[in-house]
């Protein structure tokens, strides 16, 4: 008996997530279409894969790019659009899954569309939860819509955290690689180039992850993020330092139990768990041999030399605005890095910088975190053109 394929809008489809996603597609046997793919300006990628995948929409949302994209596109049945409206068009039209793979509180409009329309939507853009994830998840409950963790690390919670339980979670421990410099002397870390902060020793993923891997500031990001997808207080969420990455998350249980996952380092896995859920699907992931790896190690996060990762963590305990603050603080400074107009120990001096000079109260609206994520990148643009004066 033949399946009627699943479909997916895939929000971010030329990015690492959104190609891991499209290989999946590619070894489904036909258990999974692509309605819609979008991207920022990356014209010629978005074509291919529209034409490959025969997509119904491809979306641009650099709307310069819009006449390039649709001669690209001239001989297909693809619709296609530009612009940021399209892009929350394309989260809005039908499909059975929305994959939201952009970077950056660029994610957040769409990805809040997609919710909105009551999606099971697989969640990639941890940015948008860092800004609004009071909002996002109040409004995945009024609207009935699933949310599906794609970070491996919440993806790992996901799998292993017992609902009917959740009263019974003592702990959840946010596994991290110590990204490239987890060795590196701090005073080393003011000469890295980008170059090196985005070579990542196990994970292979877009520039702006691999700089917030190699900050640490990424797992501080996590753990915003854990805080807002799971039922657990701001202080029930800790980080442990693991090399190997092949366990990916862990949740102690009040008995002494620990649950953890573990698989190879690769996304695919997690975006499988989520695509297939809740069953599984085979993927052409490396299995994981135990006897090869032979040993795991864990330590504690070093929170001075990755300040990254204490600013993360202080800013959920504070709450209010400064999860938005750091996020749009930090989104400037590793755009900063990767340009080479500041170093990376900069970045965390800039977000610390932005935090303190940005006054601002809890956003009450979507519309109350755009005008505070606009104004903290003001600021630290400002921040940043102090630094490159002194
Ligand atoms: N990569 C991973 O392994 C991984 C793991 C866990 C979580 N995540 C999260 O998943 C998200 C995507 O990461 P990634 O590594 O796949 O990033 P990436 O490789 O940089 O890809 C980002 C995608 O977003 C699009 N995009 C960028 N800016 C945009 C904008 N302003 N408006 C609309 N689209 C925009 C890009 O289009 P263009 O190609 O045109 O620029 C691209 O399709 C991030 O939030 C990241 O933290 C990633």
Redesign the pocket.
């Given at each position: 008996m033949s399946m009627t394929p699943r479909s997916l809008t895939i929000?971010?489809?030329?990015?690492?997530?959104?190609q891991s996603t499209l290989d999946l597609v590619r070894h489904s046997n036909g258990a999974f279409c692509v309605a819609a793919v979008?991207?920022?300006?990356?014209v010629k990628?978005?074509a291919a894969i529209a034409r490959e995948f025969n997509a119904r929409d491809a979306v641009i949302?650099d709307a310069s790019k819009y006449e390039a994209l649709k001669s690209a596109l001239a001989d297909t049945d693809t619709n296609v659009s530009a612009g940021p409206e399209a892009?929350v068009e394309a989260a809005q039209a039908p499909s059975d899954i929305v994959m939201a793979?952009?970077?950056?509180a660029?994610?957040l409009r769409p990805t809040m569309a997609a919710v909105r329309r009551g999606a099971t939507v697989a969640l990639?853009?941890?940015?948008c939860l860092v800004c609004a994830g009071d909002l996002l998840m109040e409004e995945v409950k009024r609207h009935g819509a699933t949310l599906l963790p794609?970070?491996?690390e919440h993806n790992a919670i996901f799998q292993v955290f017992e609902a009917e339980n959740a009263k019974s979670v003592s702990r959840l421990v946010l596994t991290a690689s110590g990204g490239p410099f987890r060795n590196t002397a701090t005073e080393e870390l003011f000469s890295v180039t980008p170059e090196q902060a985005v070579a990542h020793p196990n994970?292979?993923?877009?520039?702006?992850?691999s700089v917030?891997s190699a900050t640490m500031m990424?797992k501080g990001l996590e753990v915003i993020e854990a805080y807002y997808l799971f039922p657990v207080e701001k202080n029930q969420i800790d980080v442990v330092v693991h090399p190997q990455s092949v366990i990916h998350s862990m949740v102690d249980y009040v008995d002494g139990s620990t649950l953890a996952q573990l698989g190879s380092p690769d996304?695919r896995v997690p975006i499988a768990s989520c695509l297939a859920w809740p069953n599984r699907m085979h993927t052409p992931a490396e299995r994981l041999d135990l006897q090869k790896i032979a040993r795991l190690d864990f330590e504690a996060p070093d929170l001075v030399k990755f300040r990254c990762l204490k600013l993360a963590m202080d800013a959920l305990q504070v709450g209010g605005a400064a999860p938005v603050i750091l996020n749009a603080a930090n989104e400037i400074a590793v755009e900063a890095f990767l340009t080479k107009k500041i170093g990376f120990m900069d970045i965390a001096e800039t977000v610390e910088q932005s935090l303190t000079a940005c006054d601002m109260k809890a956003p009450q609206s979507l519309a109350n975190v755009f005008e505070q994520d606009n104004e903290a990148r003001r600021i630290t643009h400002d921040v940043i053109a102090r630094l490159r004066k002194s």
């Open positions: 929000l971010g489809a030329t990015g690492s997530v959104g979008t991207a920022n300006s990356s990628k978005l949302a892009l793979a952009i970077v950056g660029a994610g990639a853009n941890k940015e794609v970070d491996s994970w292979d993923m877009g520039a702006k992850i917030d990424n996304m």
